[in-house]
């Protein structure tokens, strides 16, 4: 199965977004910087104490420094073609955050669901709402970790949630047959990929969620 691990285009344009503003507010601290110049050149005329004139340009100048550093200061991210480049900090997060979230359009539960009025009782509201608790605690945890966790910590979040699959398919096993059974398999890489895994080192090539599935 072939999985699409490029970014949606919003996140795209998010990226350029904030990209854009950082470089703007650095422009204008430039500006700024400039026009301080200006100033302590006319106060020169006014033959201050240049200590007097070190001390305003230190108080000025060095917190604008400090603070344009500490917005443009990010993390490495990696685009679909493969190019190593650096993001703010935060919106490397963000768009960490905005992958996983992503997954949840690929959720096959409310089409579970629909299977009910066909004759497959077990495909219950609250059946239905089990599965989808337990993705939205995965997706949820993973996101809480951060991009930048260790593998190791992520693994066990998905370890957590396959064994919650696997009570659910021990109380009735009628609920994940061939047809759920590739949905749930399907929906653990996508969510694997967002996450920064690859589903290939899981499972003997077969995913992650093989390294413990009962079903």
């Not at 260790?150 to 009628?174: G, Q, Y």
Request: aromatic share 10%.
């Amino acid at each position: 199965m072939n999985f699409d691990e490029s970014e949606s285009w919003p996140v795209y344009l998010h990226i350029v977004h904030k990209i854009a503003i950082n470089w703007l507010n650095y422009l204008l601290r430039v500006c700024i910087i400039a026009y301080i110049s200006l100033i302590m050149y006319y106060l020169k005329s006014f033959k201050l104490p240049a200590q007097t004139i070190k001390v305003f340009a230190l108080l000025t100048i060095i917190p604008l420094l400090c603070n344009c550093s500490s917005n443009t200061t990010g993390v490495k991210i990696k685009t679909a073609t493969g190019h190593v480049t650096s993001a703010p900090k935060s919106l490397a997060n963000i768009t960490y955050g905005k992958k996983l979230q992503s997954c949840k359009a690929g959720y096959p539960f409310a089409r579970w669901r629909e299977a009910f009025d066909q004759g497959f009782e077990q495909y219950t509201e609250e059946n239905c709402g089990r599965f989808k608790a337990v993705f939205d605690r995965l997706i949820s945890d993973l996101t809480k970790l951060g991009e930048q966790s260790p593998s190791t910590d992520k693994v066990e979040v998905f370890k957590r949630a396959v064994l919650l699959l696997n009570n659910i398919n021990a109380e009735d096993s009628s609920l994940i047959e061939t047809g759920e059974r590739e949905d749930l398999c399907a929906l653990v890489d996508q969510i694997t990929i967002a996450c920064g895994l690859n589903p290939k080192d899981f499972g003997g090539g077969e995913g992650i969620a093989s390294e413990w599935r009962e079903w």
